[in-house]
């Protein structure tokens, strides 16, 4: 489980902008925030470095 929806939200970012910035669909990143889907450990780090936090703060500790 992530919580990329969560920081989204707390950074005032948009999916739409995440997803053009990882060059993903929407849809797959609509399904990153709702945790139907789990990105690969390199598409976790780029979304940190995105969105300037450490990749930790994208995971769940359970």
């Given at each position: 489980?992530?919580r990329?929806?969560e920081?989204?939200?707390?950074?005032g970012?948009k999916?739409?902008?995440?997803?053009?910035?990882?060059?993903?669909?929407?849809?797959?990143?609509?399904?990153?925030?709702?945790?139907?889907?789990?990105?690969?450990?390199e598409?976790?780090?780029?979304?940190?470095?995105?969105?300037?936090?450490?990749?930790?703060?994208?995971?769940n500790?359970k």
């Open positions: 489980m992530n990329i929806k920081v989204l939200q707390q950074k970012i999916q739409t902008w995440l997803a053009e910035k990882l060059g993903k669909s929407f849809n797959i990143v609509n399904d990153y925030c709702n945790n139907r889907r789990q990105p690969s450990i598409t976790l780090f780029k979304i940190s470095e995105l969105m300037n936090v450490n990749v930790r703060e994208l995971l500790e």
